[in-house]
Structure formats: C-alpha cells, structure tokens
C-alpha cells in the first residue's frame, strides 16, 4: 500500500511550534534511496502502522529541530506537499545516502545538521537531543548499537560539508568512511530501536 495526503496534518507542517525549545538544528531526511531491496520502491511512501514512512520521519525530528529538509529523488511532487524544502542528488542513479546529506548540509539554515533515514521508523522521538547532549565540545555525533556503526543517523555541524565533499568527489560512497579521521562523538542505542525496514517483512 502507498498511502499519499491531501494536506499535512497541522502538526507536522513547517510553520506549526511546540512548547519546548527546539535546538539550532536542520534535520535532513533521506529519503533518495533506490529501495532495491524493497523491489524499487520509493521507501518514504510505503506504509507503516497506517501511516507513510515520510509522516513518521518528520515526527521524529519535527519536535526538536528547528527546520527539515527533504532528501529525495522520486515523486518530488508527493513530497512537496509537506511544505519542507525538497534537495536531490546532483549525479544519476542513486549515489547513496551520503550525497543526500551532502545536499541536505548545503540547504541547512542552521549550523547544525541531524540526519536520519526515511525508512527507521523505530528511532526514538527524541533522537537528535540524545545526539545533541553527547556531542561535547565535538563537531559530529554518530550513533552506533554494539559492533555496528548507523553512519547517516547523526549529528554534525554545517562546516563539515567541505570534508564530506573531498570524500564524495574522491569516489566516496560507503557511509563510514567519511567520518574515521575526524573526531567525532558516539551515541550507543539498542539495535531494535536502529532497526531499518529493507524488506517486505520489515514493514509489520
């Protein structure tokens, strides 16, 4: 099932506030994926407990970042209409998700950027907090679960967007290669909370 919106709901839309104080942060959702393992699927669209992937990923940053911007390749009409700024990526066939990044950072309005893919709907609702208060005095936040590192949930600071480039222009692609020699903070999670919907049977 592809569930689509007519409007956003009111809370979700870019204008809509909430209590607390939100933090200087763009959220950049990846949302460019090829889902190939999802039979070409644009992953942002597929249902999940009624709802598309999309709606949950902007829940999940809507709370504490200060704008979003959407990453995405496809149906950038259907994206439109959550009101956020919409980026692609600048080369063909689905480069990965740190080009995606790359051009979340060049939209980002803030000097800090937290980044999450579109289709982890079991990350906490308070993930880029728990991003920003490990963070320290470092410019860049990864999360990990034991013995794994989830490279593209993380946080970091707009000025790193020239090193991430040098890795991309030098063919760069695999998401934790870019960030080993920079020193960086590391935020462990349970591995159910990271878990990623990759197949069919992932979705339920």
């Not at 070409?40 to 992937?53: E, F, I, R, V």
């Not at 066939?93 to 982890?120: E, N, Y």
């Not at 960086?184 to 919907?197: K, Q």
Request: charged residues 20%; contains cysteine; glycine residues 10%.
């Amino acid at each position: 099932m592809n569930p689509s919106i007519s409007t956003p709901p009111p809370l979700y839309r870019p204008n809509a506030r909430n209590a607390h104080q939100r933090l200087p942060v763009t959220g950049v959702i990846l949302a460019g994926g090829a889902g190939r393992r999802m039979g070409g699927a644009d992953k942002g669209w597929l249902d999940w407990q009624g709802k598309p992937l999309i709606e949950r990923a902007i829940a999940i940053l809507h709370g504490d970042c200060t704008d979003i911007v959407i990453s995405a390749n496809r149906n950038l009409e259907r994206y439109a209409q959550w009101g956020y700024p919409l980026v692609s990526d600048p080369l063909a066939d689905f480069q990965g998700p740190l080009m995606g990044l790359a051009a979340g950072m060049r939209a980002a309005t803030q000097d800090w950027v937290a980044s999450i893919p579109v289709d982890s709907p079991y990350l906490p609702q308070d993930i880029v907090r728990r991003m920003w208060q490990t963070k320290g005095g470092h410019d860049l936040v990864v999360v990990r679960s034991a013995g794994h590192w989830h490279a593209v949930i993380c946080l970091c600071r707009r000025a790193l967007l020239p090193q991430l480039q040098r890795y991309l222009d030098g063919g760069g692609r695999r998401a934790q290669g870019w960030f080993q020699d920079l020193s960086f903070a590391d935020l462990t999670l349970p591995a159910d909370l990271l878990r990623n919907c990759n197949h069919p049977e992932d979705m339920t």
